[in-house]
């Protein structure tokens, strides 16, 4: 059984930052690939950024490049999504997600395991 912690969100204004943290139990962390994903009221998840097992490889939705950085310890098991020039925009539920490759992945299908979601509020 994989459980996947968030933590982090909260309330910022407009051109702030946070600092998302994903904690993951009950398997080999390192082996695989996560993803964090988001969802705004009245829309579906999706997808804003990814990172490999190793780390090495990243990916992101184009709203987030330049502003959001995926990285992971897997030493303590845990993913990181920083969020810098923060918009209203950005304002959702974001979710921590494992899937079972080791690659990058932008796809919800593609991840087997998620978290319970942190909520992010931008204010104007």
């Known amino acids: 059984q994989v459980q996947l912690v968030e933590s982090g969100g909260g309330l910022v204004q407009a051109g702030g930052s946070l600092r998302l943290s994903c904690a993951a139990s009950g398997r080999t962390f390192s082996s695989y690939a996560m993803g964090w994903f988001r969802q705004a009221p009245g829309k579906e998840r999706e997808f804003v950024a990814c990172i490999s097992w190793s780390g090495g490889y990243t990916d992101y939705t184009d709203s987030a490049k330049g502003r959001f950085t995926i990285s992971r310890d897997n030493a303590k098991n845990t993913v990181y999504l920083q969020m810098n020039s923060l918009k209203p925009e950005d304002t959702a539920v974001y979710y921590c997600?494992?899937?079972?490759?080791?690659?990058?992945?932008?796809?919800?299908?593609?991840?087997?395991?998620w978290g319970q979601g942190t909520q992010v509020t931008v204010s104007s």
């Open positions: 997600a494992s899937r079972s490759g080791a690659g990058l992945a932008t796809k919800l299908y593609e991840y087997h395991y």
